[in-house]
């Protein structure tokens, strides 16, 4: 299995908890409108430390809705948390502060956190790459392409794999369903998945398909 030094992650977060929550008496869009979610434990149980060399950093996006969740997510794979990357500040087409409806304040910003394996500091080959980024809010949660480049920036050529990616980018290998994958990431662990409709969570993956109960669910390969 091939090793990275840098992890860049964008994972599905459930907002299920949404689903319960009103606003003027409606209630709010579910994520799953758009793409298909996962629990935490699904993604808390991918092998990542499986494709990791000994000196690893990790890049991941977060809300501030599943800031604890995150953290978590990072030490499970392996990586101690050090700080946040980057904050994106959300743009419209006219450069104008785009804003969401949050469940106690409107929304505009999302975190990028940063976490480490190993020694990683004696890689790093810029000191002037700022956390904040400005950067038009596009596709429903797509990323900014420019804290992609920071990272280069950052850390130079090294090893790099981008996971949950929509897209393939040069120099970069990826892994997701919306991509023709560079690794097979999957494992009988990590294809359980969180099924909304009874609320629980599918103790296999056989268990999960022979429901029938996630359409929306687009299982990894074999």
Same mark, same amino acid.
């Given at each position: %299995?091939?090793k990275?030094?840098?992890?860049?992650?964008d994972?599905p977060?459930?907002f299920s908890?949404?689903?319960?929550?009103?606003?003027?008496?409606k209630?709010?869009?579910? %994520?799953?409108?758009?793409?298909p979610?996962?629990h935490?434990?699904?993604?808390?149980?991918?092998?990542?430390?499986?494709?990791?060399?000994?000196? #690893?950093?990790?890049?991941?996006?977060?809300?501030?809705?599943?800031?604890?969740e995150?953290?978590e997510?990072?030490? +499970?794979?392996?990586?101690?948390?050090?700080t946040?990357?980057?904050v994106?500040?959300?743009k419209?087409?006219?450069n104008?502060? +785009?804003?969401?409806l949050?469940?106690?304040?409107?929304?505009s910003y999302?975190?990028c956190?940063?976490?480490t394996?190993?020694?990683?500091?004696?890689y790093?080959?810029?000191?002037?790459i700022?956390?904040?980024?400005? +950067?038009?809010?596009?596709?429903?949660?797509k990323?900014p392409?420019?804290?992609r480049?920071?990272?280069?920036?950052?850390?130079?050529?090294?090893?790099?794999?981008?996971?949950?990616?929509?897209?393939k980018?040069e120099?970069?290998?990826?892994?997701?369903?919306?991509?023709?994958?560079d690794?097979?990431?999957?494992?009988?662990?990590?294809? +359980?998945?969180? #099924?909304?409709?009874?609320?629980?969570f599918?103790?296999?993956?056989?268990? %999960?398909?022979s #429901?029938?109960? #996630?359409?929306?669910y687009k299982?990894?390969p074999?």
């Amino acid at each position: %299995m091939k090793k990275y030094q840098i992890i860049y992650a964008d994972p599905p977060w459930s907002f299920s908890s949404k689903e319960l929550q009103r606003y003027n008496g409606k209630r709010f869009t579910s %994520m799953d409108k758009h793409y298909p979610t996962q629990h935490k434990d699904w993604i808390k149980n991918l092998p990542i430390r499986r494709i990791t060399a000994d000196d #690893c950093a990790l890049f991941l996006w977060t809300t501030d809705a599943h800031l604890k969740e995150a953290i978590e997510i990072t030490e +499970a794979w392996g990586f101690k948390y050090v700080t946040i990357a980057f904050v994106w500040e959300k743009k419209t087409k006219n450069n104008k502060t +785009a804003v969401n409806l949050g469940a106690w304040t409107l929304k505009s910003y999302e975190m990028c956190l940063f976490g480490t394996k190993g020694t990683m500091l004696k890689y790093k080959k810029a000191n002037n790459i700022y956390q904040k980024v400005e +950067a038009e809010r596009t596709k429903h949660s797509k990323k900014p392409s420019e804290v992609r480049k920071n990272i280069e920036l950052l850390f130079g050529e090294l090893p790099r794999i981008e996971l949950f990616a929509r897209q393939k980018t040069e120099g970069w290998d990826v892994w997701g369903n919306e991509v023709e994958s560079d690794i097979n990431l999957t494992s009988r662990q990590s294809r +359980a998945v969180y #099924c909304r409709r009874p609320e629980s969570f599918c103790i296999s993956y056989e268990a %999960m398909m022979s #429901c029938g109960e #996630c359409p929306l669910y687009k299982p990894p390969p074999a």
